[in-house]
């Protein structure tokens, strides 16, 4: 004689064993976005009197100003500050492109043979 739960305890031990490997599958992904909040980019201008530094939103968050970097003038050093900025974000943007490949293959990969089945 079968009872009414007898169907409900496979069903909540294939959820479990469902969500577990949710779970393992998306701990790549969580441990990227922490890599991906960390992650800075640096640039220099003025032969290096200058360096800037971007975090992940692309938000300036460092900025070294030599002091011998005074002499170069107003306009000069403003063209600096702005060159080593760029240069920051292309750093940035170079590492972050990186980081994604190297963290989303596995899952492209899968994916692809999930529709290649």
Known sequence: MTTPDDGASFFDAEMGRFLSQFEA???PLEE???RVK???GRGEAA???VRAEVQASGALCGLRIDPRAMRLGA???AEAVLAAASDAAAD???QMAGMMTDGLTPFADGMRRFNED
């Open 25 to 27: 599958d998306i701990q």
């Open 32 to 34: 990227l976005q922490e």
């Open 38 to 40: 960390a992650v800075r």
């Open 47 to 49: 032969d290096g009197l």
């Open 75 to 77: 306009d000069a050093l």
């Open 92 to 94: 940035l943007t170079t």
